[in-house]
């Protein structure tokens, strides 16, 4: 699967946004966002990429179930 983020950043006020992405809504990306970005991009991507791959592992699951 592949999935799209787009980050906008401002040098002036040190800021980190997200401007554009294909997430699905269910996973909390404004939530890791307020708590990592902008100062812990690497924690912010490692903790999306988790919830990404739990959402692919299990819609594989369900598939195979089926």
């Given at each position: 699967d592949s999935f799209q983020l787009?980050?906008?950043g401002s040098r002036e006020f040190r800021e980190l946004r997200i401007r554009r992405h294909?997430?699905?809504?269910?996973?909390p990306l404004q939530g890791?966002?307020?708590?990592?970005?902008?100062?812990?991009?690497r924690e912010f991507l490692e903790l999306l990429l988790q919830?990404?791959?739990?959402?692919v592992a299990r819609r594989e699951q369900?598939?195979?179930l089926q």
């Open positions: 787009e980050l906008q294909s997430v699905p809504p269910f996973i890791l966002a307020r708590q990592f970005l902008p100062g812990k991009l919830h990404l791959n739990a959402f369900l598939r195979l």
